[in-house]
Nanobody
Framework: QVHLVESGGGLVQPVGSLRLSCAVSGVNFRLHAMGWYRQAPGKQRELVANITSSHSTNYADSVRGRFTISRDNVRNTVYLQMNSLNAEDTGRYYC?????????WGRGTQVTVSS
């Protein structure tokens, strides 16, 4: 079975930083693209960033230059370094991957940006 477990969320003040982690099992991790998504209250889930198996990255316009996605193929973990956080970054963050065209999601980790 595919399992994704996110961690690292919390309450942070504006302009602060957080680093999210997502531990993945049940897939040949190094061969799979990974994505971070977020969902704010009352809004649809949106893509934040993704990273391919060859480490190519893509970011939403709203986070480009502030967030960095990376992966560790030894630890089967994908990270999201988030800097210069603001209130609009508040939401539940999920990591995701696809196996045989089926998407898999973790349960998410909550990020709240507030003073």
């Amino acid at each position: 079975q595919v399992h994704l477990v996110e961690s690292g969320g919390g309450l942070v003040q504006p302009v602060g930083s957080l680093r999210l982690s997502c531990a993945v099992s049940g897939v040949n991790f190094r061969l799979h693209a990974m994505g971070w998504y977020r969902q704010a209250p009352g809004k649809q889930r949106e893509l934040v960033a993704n990273i391919t198996s060859s480490h190519s990255t893509n970011y939403a316009d709203s986070v480009r230059g502030r967030f960095t996605i990376s992966r560790d193929n030894v630890r089967n973990t994908v990270y999201l370094q988030m800097n210069s956080l603001n209130a609009e970054d508040t939401g539940r963050y999920y990591c995701s991957t696809t196996r045989q065209s089926v998407p898999y999601w973790g349960r998410g980790t909550q990020v709240t940006v507030s003073s």
